[in-house]
């Protein structure tokens, strides 16, 4: 058997972690791992299966440890073991961190916690708070209070996540301890709703979309547009293994309550259904949004699923009038005009709107769109004001 052994160097919780290279040989179906304070008369026998790794729990401290491996056949025939490994724990110097209780989120409630340690030596010089690798990504440790703080993103919603909190003096090498605790975060549903532009008077539509982390069969709702810009909301399924029920609480207010039809149900990133709407006549230009509120959502067992707030559309209603709209996009600064097809426009800037500086042209468009998008200069990194004008 090929054998090639080491130990990590990371102390974690009372806890090192051995790992060898896997034997080549094909009839290898697991191995067994060894360890103990004796080389000679093994304390320890653990059957790994066929894992590579096997983290050492509840080991003291300034302590002399050996450990060694075997590979077993499918009848149990066990190789010659690996030349032992001996290491070392190290000392904390008295630090002593807190016990860390496990944790369950329920979306959208973040995660804070303060860390307590214990220095009865007195070492001297700051102490210093850390995470470990593998903490999930997002969560933050101030290092000298020790304070965490996490608001797990969507993604990171109905997973189990393995946090090391880790507490260090200034001294070289210093003294350390370190805590092990678990985050799970239960599963949540989220509803969102793109965006569109529209022309004042006409028809437009927005889908909407659910992202769940878990599996859900029932979701219900308000869906809420702008009063006295929108009329006549319709909902058109996009899927037909669900049933849409409506209750009509006003002409751009509306309850829905979509319930899976079959043994399917909704899981991960799905568009539901398409939002059409008629946008009000004899009005000016304006922003509006259509968006999602009281949202209850269950698995298919009946039991309610968290909810995480989720996008609000961005309408835009095009009238006789032009907006101007500043956004960063991917890092880049644009401007987006928007007025009525075949309109011709100027827009100019300025670094100052007190009346004391001059407004230059930057850009002249004749529409063919209800908007349209220019490239600024991401170089220049001044305070610009911009203004559109017809002509």
């Given at each position: 058997m090929l054998c090639i052994f080491w130990v990590s160097s990371v102390w974690a919780d009372q806890s090192v972690t051995a790992t060898w290279q896997a034997s080549p040989d094909p009839g290898v179906a697991g191995y067994f791992f060894y360890y103990g304070q004796c080389s000679t008369n093994w304390a320890f026998k653990v059957d790994v299966g066929t894992n590579s790794s096997y983290i050492l729990h509840g080991l003291n401290e300034e302590s002399t440890y050996y450990c060694s491996v075997t590979a077993y056949d499918p009848s149990s025939n066990e190789s010659a073991p690996c030349d032992p490994v001996a290491f070392t724990t190290p000392s904390t110097g008295g630090l002593q961190l807190s016990p860390i209780s496990n944790q369950i989120l329920s979306p959208p409630q973040a995660l804070f916690l303060t860390n307590a340690v214990t220095n009865p030596n007195a070492l001297p010089g700051s102490l210093i708070f850390s995470l470990d690798s593998g903490s999930p990504q997002g969560m933050y440790i101030n290092s000298l209070s020790g304070q965490i703080f996490w608001n797990p993103t969507l993604q990171q919603m109905g997973s189990s996540?393995?946090?090391?909190?880790?507490?260090?003096?200034?001294?070289?090498?210093?003294?350390?301890?370190?805590?092990?605790?678990?985050?799970?975060?239960?599963?949540?549903?989220?509803?969102?709703?793109?965006?569109?532009?529209?022309?004042?008077?006409?028809?437009?539509?927005?889908?909407?979309?659910s992202f769940c982390s878990g599996c859900v069969s029932n979701l219900n709702f308000e869906l809420v547009a702008p009063e006295g810009w929108v009329s006549r909301l319709k909902i058109n399924p996009l899927m037909t293994n669900f049933t849409i029920d409506q209750t009509l609480l006003g002409p751009a207010d509306v309850v829905l309550n979509i319930q899976i039809t079959d043994t399917n149900f909704f899981h991960g990133n799905q568009d539901l259904a398409q939002i059409y709407f008629t946008s009000t006549t004899g009005l000016t230009s304006a922003f509006g949004s259509i968006s999602v509120s009281n949202l209850v959502a269950l698995d298919p067992i009946g039991i309610q699923v968290g909810s995480v707030p989720g996008a609000s559309s961005r309408l835009v209603f095009v009238g006789q009038d032009s907006l101007v709209e500043a956004r960063v996009v991917n890092g880049l600064r644009q401007l987006v005009l928007y007025g009525p097809v075949g309109g011709n426009?100027?827009?100019?800037?300025?670094?100052?709107?007190?009346?004391?500086?001059?407004?230059?042209?930057?850009?002249?468009?004749?529409?063919?769109?209800?908007?349209?998008?220019?490239?600024?200069?991401?170089?220049?990194?001044?305070?610009?004001?911009?203004?559109?004008?017809?002509?």
């Amino acid at each position: 058997m090929l054998c090639i052994f080491w130990v990590s160097s990371v102390w974690a919780d009372q806890s090192v972690t051995a790992t060898w290279q896997a034997s080549p040989d094909p009839g290898v179906a697991g191995y067994f791992f060894y360890y103990g304070q004796c080389s000679t008369n093994w304390a320890f026998k653990v059957d790994v299966g066929t894992n590579s790794s096997y983290i050492l729990h509840g080991l003291n401290e300034e302590s002399t440890y050996y450990c060694s491996v075997t590979a077993y056949d499918p009848s149990s025939n066990e190789s010659a073991p690996c030349d032992p490994v001996a290491f070392t724990t190290p000392s904390t110097g008295g630090l002593q961190l807190s016990p860390i209780s496990n944790q369950i989120l329920s979306p959208p409630q973040a995660l804070f916690l303060t860390n307590a340690v214990t220095n009865p030596n007195a070492l001297p010089g700051s102490l210093i708070f850390s995470l470990d690798s593998g903490s999930p990504q997002g969560m933050y440790i101030n290092s000298l209070s020790g304070q965490i703080f996490w608001n797990p993103t969507l993604q990171q919603m109905g997973s189990s996540n393995l946090v090391v909190v880790r507490v260090s003096d200034t001294s070289e090498p210093p003294f350390t301890d370190t805590k092990v605790f678990n985050v799970v975060v239960k599963n949540a549903a989220q509803l969102n709703v793109d965006s569109t532009v529209v022309a004042v008077g006409g028809d437009g539509f927005v889908t909407l979309s659910s992202f769940c982390s878990g599996c859900v069969s029932n979701l219900n709702f308000e869906l809420v547009a702008p009063e006295g810009w929108v009329s006549r909301l319709k909902i058109n399924p996009l899927m037909t293994n669900f049933t849409i029920d409506q209750t009509l609480l006003g002409p751009a207010d509306v309850v829905l309550n979509i319930q899976i039809t079959d043994t399917n149900f909704f899981h991960g990133n799905q568009d539901l259904a398409q939002i059409y709407f008629t946008s009000t006549t004899g009005l000016t230009s304006a922003f509006g949004s259509i968006s999602v509120s009281n949202l209850v959502a269950l698995d298919p067992i009946g039991i309610q699923v968290g909810s995480v707030p989720g996008a609000s559309s961005r309408l835009v209603f095009v009238g006789q009038d032009s907006l101007v709209e500043a956004r960063v996009v991917n890092g880049l600064r644009q401007l987006v005009l928007y007025g009525p097809v075949g309109g011709n426009y100027q827009i100019q800037s300025s670094t100052n709107v007190s009346g004391k500086g001059p407004w230059m042209s930057k850009f002249s468009a004749q529409l063919t769109n209800l908007y349209q998008v220019f490239q600024l200069d991401t170089n220049n990194i001044c305070t610009e004001y911009y203004r559109a004008s017809s002509y």
